[in-house]
């Protein structure tokens, strides 16, 4: 099956520092990447649509400057979140596309805002 | 109207029985649904996908949609304890530029041992 992978798993920052988020694609390419965010007991929300080589559609209500995406290639997209504070500490999940249908999950990475 | 709809449970079964799980969906002309499973804590990972009126199987997972009615369901033979997770519907938004995915809230499932 698709494999899709993030870095790291979890990370832990002090406020006002900004912190890098990969999802990789490891064994197809994926042209569209997607961007979630979930809190605790509460339903996914899609934070943004990633496309390999151009700019990234953002939900309405996601602030595009401060969560920056990156989509240079096939199979890597990467989330920064600039400036953190504590009200951005989450689990944020990546997934991507495969074969124009199918959103597959990466395992998610866990950021705490100290 | 919730565009894609889901009893948030707990729907709570007994081990071996049938869970039967639901969703309803607004957008009448939506083509692809995707039901994903998450355990407390992880990410979602996907069970199975359907596309056509009727049923789709695979192993103890059964997919319904009915696109008439605006429906899709799962449903689990044999549950297992392992099966308690919660349930996510999903259903392609049409149109536009982008492919993504309108998520229901989910139905927790409990399967008693």
């Known amino acids: 099956g698709a494999v899709v992978s993030q870095h790291p798993s979890r990370v832990i920052c002090k406020s006002g520092t900004s912190v890098k988020i990969e999802c990789r694609s490891l064994?197809?390419?994926?042209?569209?990447m997607f961007w979630y965010r979930q809190f605790p007991k509460k339903s996914l929300m899609l934070m943004a649509t990633?496309?390999?080589?151009?700019?990234?559609?953002?939900e309405q209500g996601v602030e595009k400057d401060k969560f920056l995406i990156n989509h240079a290639s096939l199979t890597l997209s990467t989330l920064t979140v600039t400036s953190a504070h504590p009200e951005d500490s989450s689990f944020y999940i990546c997934?991507?596309?495969?074969?124009?249908?199918?959103?597959?999950f990466g395992p998610g990475t866990r950021l705490l805002v100290l | 109207q919730k565009e894609v709809e889901q009893n948030s449970g707990p729907l709570s079964v007994p081990e071996g029985a049938i869970a039967s799980l639901n969703c309803t969906y607004s957008?009448?002309?939506?083509?692809?649904f995707f039901w994903y499973r998450q355990y407390s804590g992880k990410s979602p990972e996907l069970i199975m996908f359907?596309?056509?009126?009727g049923d789709k199987e695979d192993g103890r997972f059964t997919a319904q949609l009915n696109k008439a009615s605006q429906y899709v369901s799962l449903l689990i033979r044999d549950s297992q304890p392992s099966d308690s997770a919660t349930y996510l519907c999903?259903?392609?938004?049409?149109?536009?530029?982008?492919?993504?995915?309108?998520f229901g809230t989910g139905t927790l499932l409990a399967v008693q041992p």
């Open positions: 997934s991507a596309e495969a074969g124009g249908e199918t959103q597959y």
């Open positions: 064994d197809f390419q994926a042209t569209t």
């Open positions: 990633s496309n390999e080589g151009s700019k990234a559609t953002y």
């Open positions: 957008d009448r002309g939506s083509q692809s």
């Open positions: 359907i596309y056509s009126n």
């Open positions: 999903a259903v392609k938004a049409r149109g536009g530029a982008t492919n993504k995915l309108i």
